[in-house]
Every structure is written in structure tokens, then in C-alpha cells.
């Protein structure tokens, strides 16, 4: 997926004038791009519209105005688009409870050897970027990838495809097939190469 440019991002002025739309048009994007597994993980699958919209959103938040600041974010969101045969998503585990959270979430060490991403017969491990969990603590945001062959990509792309995300965690077991409106967003991701 071709990477969002700085020519392609507007400054905040210009974007505050089309904020409320361009923020409807993603709220209703996302919709298709997001996958709830079972009841404290969900799967936010990222594009080149969910990326510059974040940056919109940070420099407007942080009120950056300088270039050189603007590529930065771009740099540090890009690296959250897809390669090629490869979905990129941000999973969230989502308890809102702080005191739920901090007595679920050490429950949940581990996670990053436990999600899959299921095209017919094929398994994908997820690929989660270093950095979010150790051996002593978990995240609640991390990155991750599903590298597929260029077999599991094909199958994919078939409307037929029974598509699952799959977790397998010890203390957390749940499944989800994709619906037909992810899956054909993200097969169109997948066509980009």
C-alpha cells in the first residue's frame, strides 16, 4: 500500500474545514475495517485513510504546523500500512474498568504468541510489533501484521472464503468470522499489490 505523502496531508486550517465530514466518511470506514473477538479484544484493520486521518487528528491535537514535525508523524503512522500480501490492524483490549484492567490485563501475557488469522485451510500467525509486552506486562494498544501467501491472499480474495480471527490465549479463547462486509474491504487492501 503506497504510503501517505506530506503533500497529500492539509494544513490545520484547511483541514478544520472539512473535519466534520472527512471524520464521518472515517467513522463509517472504520466500521467496515473493525472486528470485535469476543468481548475485550478488537482489531481496528488499517489503510491509507484510517493513517491520514490520524495525523490530521495529531496535528491538530498538538497544533503541528512544522513540515519537518508533519513528516515525522507520517513516518511513525506509515509504518502501520500494510506491505505487500500483508493486513495491518490495531488491536485494542478494551477494559474500560481501571480496576478490571489491571486485574484482567496480566491475564492476558503472552497474547502476541496467540492470534491467527484463518483463510480456508490456511493458518496466519499475527506478528506483533516489539516493544507493546514483555514477560511481566502487556499493552493495551499493539501493531500487528498478517504476513499471507500469495495462496492464502488468493483465498482471501474469494467471496466464498470462510475468513476467522482466532485467539487461542490460555485465558482467553474466542473466535469470529470475519462478516462479508470486513472481508471484501480487506480483500480490496490485498488487491493493492
Known amino acids: 500500500m503506497r504510503m501517505v505523502t506530506i503533500d497529500e496531508i492539509k494544513d490545520i486550517a484547511a483541514y478544520e474545514k472539512v473535519r466534520n465530514t472527512f471524520r464521518q466518511q472515517i467513522i463509517e470506514l472504520k466500521s467496515r475495517r473493525r ?20 495525523v490530521q487528528e495529531m496535528m491538530r491535537a498538538e497544533r503541528i504546523v512544522e513540515d519537518s514535525q508533519i513528516q515525522h508523524e507520517l513516518d511513525t503512522y506509515n509504518e502501520l500500512l500494510p506491505g505487500p500480501l500483508q493486513l495491518s490492524a490495531t488491536l485494542f483490549i478494551e477494559i474500560p474498568d481501571p480496576q478490571e484492567l489491571r486485574r484482567l490485563l496480566p491475564t ?9 488469522l484463518k483463510v480456508q485451510d490456511y493458518k496466519v500467525q499475527a506478528q506483533f510489533e516489539e516493544g507493546h509486552s514483555t514477560e511481566e506486562r502487556i499493552s493495551t494498544v499493539h501493531y500487528i501484521r498478517f504476513q499471507l501467501s500469495p495462496e492464502a491472499s488468493a ?14 490465549h490460555p485465558n482467553y479463547h474466542e473466535s469470529i468470522v470475519l462478516p462479508e462486509t470486513v472481508r471484501a474491504t480487506l480483500a480490496h487492501d490485498l488487491e493493492d499489490y
Open 35 to 54: 472486528v470485535q473477538v469476543g468481548n475485550l479484544i478488537t482489531l481496528l484493520f488499517e489503510n491509507r485513510d484510517t493513517i491520514t486521518f490520524q
Open 108 to 116: 492476558l501475557l503472552g497474547l502476541e504468541h496467540h492470534l491467527w
Open 155 to 168: 483465498a482471501f480474495q474469494q467471496p466464498e472464503s470462510l475468513v476467522t480471527l482466532e485467539i487461542d
